[in-house]
């Protein structure tokens, strides 16, 4: 409660409040968009206001820690003109078409579209509870319905005024009106600094609560023993010995391995060590990294691409040339790494299953684990709670992590409520990474130097070989999204891919094909534009001549770095832009010392993700998106050895520590009145090539691997 008025002054009587709050106001979207259902409008509710008037908004995408929880309440609270600090969010249940995402198909949380998607679905499901609103107050006003006006969750018509609380159930009665959302200039929160985060107290104080926490009462733990190496099956195992373990509830082989049900994770740790299990690795995974980033090598010399793509005449453009600039990089495997293990709870309710975790793809989830409990689809309940973290992990096509909890659940005849754990070793040699991939480029300039033609040529596995058969070209976009000759308007070129046959499963990772298209495309531009003695402001500017917003946030970039006066003695300096998601990003790094011993000095980023709905939320994605992109470029690799996983924990899997942040980072965000994008993905692609860039100019050696060791 807020202290402000939550119940009507005047003409309603105790019998009808009572009657009226116990009900409440559930909501979906306007009967137009009911009837639309066959054109990807919600049929169930967005919104639940109870009476006490507190809102509760259901998120159908999830929170990794991207905040967009916040961002997708804030929409609708906007809407209604709700008091903020009584609204409240939960993941909305799994149940399709309610809750699918327009985009995909699917309910499931990606490519930084969680507010695009949402956007006039939300608008539109405030703006007619607000509507409804004001027609119940209406009605028992005896008053003109434009008579009454809201302000934070208050109602108020004269001397008369209410809460929501006091209105819900009656609304909730009313046929559902259509309703105009309103206009940018009416906006009190959204576009708004300072909104506080509807989850900042319980992330500061450790009250926030995920699938790694628990939760239910008499919950059981489990832990697997699974196959060091990739294909290995199970030969043997003591179960009879880790029965015998104190607190061990039960032993049982599942298709991933042995899973051993204690009442702690200390006594399921213990039991699972105790089962000394040995492998048949007959079968098992002979790949390893090297040899595979050799292969795809020889591959591109060997044989023509799977695909190609041309404008123009490259072939002539090189040949006229009167210079050509190559260069190849090699891009590792990463491990997405998820502060939160993956963990989950599982449970058998007679005929039904219910999960509760940080579910990011939940229809997939739902499916997969229905198949193996052989049950309805809508009798496997998923519970979504915040998770710690992603990076696509949780996205997984096959749903690896969740179905592990079904074959669990019926190994164990449901007869626990169990959360399945992973310590931080098992969830790293799960054999779920960012590819590997290795790009060669061409670039031709004349003898001004103006660029003539380029080719990005790329070899590596894509993230959706499961739809390939259905959807070849989103299996090959997330090879290639972001590549120099979609983003740059070169007179000619051409793009080609490789697709390698590989054992390792590969997953989406934060980005998807940006992650290393954008640091490839942006190094590579900047030895050409070095190559023609251009400016490389100026020299990128010219090849995007056709793309108004990102010539516009480089400019913007350059300008708040003060690009026409040179750094300091001892500085140098670096650009990247790069467009994804139909969000634009530029950045521009100052560093300083030697390439043996630098430090990242400044990093201004100018973004544009049109309407930016949470500023505040859109900042803290850049930060974070900018170390994200820098641990990237310089720590991580993952290197897998016949078959296995080599680094397992950050002891031997560093990431970018708070010293190598940048000393500061200056963000503008472009005043937009484009309908809003996304920045989580965005934002984490960039910083690693604008800090390389700055490197080769202080006189680095030239990245060809990654990560890039300066000296």
């Not at 993941?91 to 198909?105: I, K, T, V």
């Not at 499901?125 to 119940?136: E, F, K, S, T």
């Not at 049982?252 to 899973?259: K, M, W």
Request: neutral net charge.
């Amino acid at each position: 409660m807020t202290g402000r008025p939550n119940r009507e002054e005047a003409s309603i009587d105790r019998r009808g409040f009572v009657s009226l709050a116990a009900a409440g106001l559930m909501l979906g979207v306007t009967q137009r968009a009911a009837q639309a259902q066959d054109d990807g409008g919600l049929t169930r509710p967005f919104l639940k206001i109870d009476g006490d008037g507190i809102v509760t908004v259901y998120a159908k995408h999830l929170d990794m820690g991207q905040g967009i929880w916040s961002g997708l309440a804030s929409i609708i609270a906007e809407e209604l003109d709700a008091d903020w600090a009584t609204v409240r969010v939960e993941g909305a249940p799994a149940r399709m078409p309610d809750y699918g995402h327009l985009f995909f198909g699917a309910q499931t949380t990606g490519g930084s579209t969680s507010i695009a998607n949402s956007w006039d679905q939300l608008r539109e499901a405030g703006a007619v509870a607000r509507a409804m609103l004001l027609q119940a107050a209406a009605a028992a006003w005896k008053v003109p319905f434009d008579t009454i006006s809201i302000d934070r969750g208050v109602l108020t018509c004269g001397i008369r005024s209410a809460g929501f609380g006091v209105f819900a159930a009656a609304a909730g009665r009313l046929p559902v009106p259509s309703a105009t959302p309103k206009l940018r200039a009416a906006y009190r929160l959204l576009g708004k600094p300072l909104l506080d985060q509807l989850d900042r107290i319980a992330k500061s104080t450790g009250a926030q609560r995920y699938g790694i926490d628990g939760g239910w009462p008499d919950l059981k733990v489990a832990l697997v023993a699974r196959p060091p190496r990739l294909g290995a099956r199970l030969k043997s195992a003591d179960m009879a010995a880790a029965r015998a373990m104190a607190g061990v509830c039960e032993v049982a082989e599942i298709p991933t391995g042995v899973v051993v049900v204690a009442n702690t994770t200390w006594q399921a740790m213990k039991a699972r060590a105790a089962l000394h299990p040995v492998w048949d690795e007959s079968a098992a995974s002979q790949t390893g990294s090297d040899s595979f980033m050799r292969e795809l090598s020889a591959m591109m010399e060997a044989r023509a691409p799977d695909f190609r793509d041309r404008r123009g005449d490259p072939d002539a453009a090189f040949a006229n040339a009167a210079h050509v600039v190559e260069a190849t990089f090699d891009f590792p495997y990463l491990a997405h790494a998820p502060m939160e293990p993956l963990s989950l709870m599982g449970r058998m309710e007679g005929q039904r299953c219910r999960l509760r975790g940080g579910f990011q793809s939940q229809t997939a989830n739902q499916q997969a684990v229905a198949k193996v409990l052989a049950l309805p689809t809508e009798d496997v309940i998923l519970e979504t709670i915040a998770a710690g973290g992603s990076f696509g992990r949780r996205a997984a096509a096959d749903s690896d992590w969740v179905v592990e909890i079904a074959h669990l659940l019926r190994a164990t005849a449901g007869r626990w409520s169990i959360k399945l754990m992973r310590t931080r070793e098992e969830d790293m040699a799960a054999f779920r990474y960012r590819p590997q991939v290795r790009h060669r480029l061409r670039g031709a300039i004349d003898a001004g130097g103006r660029p003539l033609a380029v080719a990005h040529h790329a070899a590596g596995e894509g993230v959706f070989a499961h739809l390939i058969d259905v959807l070849p070209d989103l299996h090959r976009s997330s090879v290639l999204l972001g590549n120099g000759f979609e983003l740059y308007g070169f007179p000619a070129g051409e793009v080609a891919w490789w697709r390698p046959k590989l054992d390792i499963p590969v997953e989406t990772f934060r980005g998807i094909s940006n992650n290393h298209m954008a640091p490839a495309k942006e190094i590579f531009i900047d030895r050409l534009a070095r190559a023609a003695h251009a400016d490389p402001v100026a020299f990128r500017s010219s090849l995007l001549k056709d793309d108004p917003r990102q010539r516009a946030v480089l400019e913007r970039a350059a300008a708040m770095i003060g690009w026409d006066h040179p750094p300091a003695p001892g500085r140098m300096r670096g650009v990247a832009v790069h467009k994804a998601d139909s969000s634009y990003v530029a950045q521009i790094a100052e560093i300083s010392g030697t390439p043996a011993d630098f430090r990242i000095e400044r990093i201004v980023c100018a973004v544009d993700v049109g309407f930016a709905v949470n500023p505040d939320i859109v900042r803290a994605q850049v930060e974070g998106g900018i170390g994200f992109a820098l641990s990237n470029a310089f720590h991580s690799q993952l290197t897998v050895r016949q078959g296995a996983a080599v680094e397992t924990n950050f002891d031997a899997y560093p990431v970018l520590r708070m010293d190598g942040m940048p000393r500061l980072i200056e963000i503008a965000i472009i005043d937009s009145d484009a309908p809003p994008t996304g920045i989580g993905e965005p934002g984490s692609v960039l910083a690693g090539a604008a800090v390389i860039n700055a490197l080769e100019r202080m006189g680095a050696p030239l990245a060809t691997r990654f990560p890039y060791r300066p000296a």
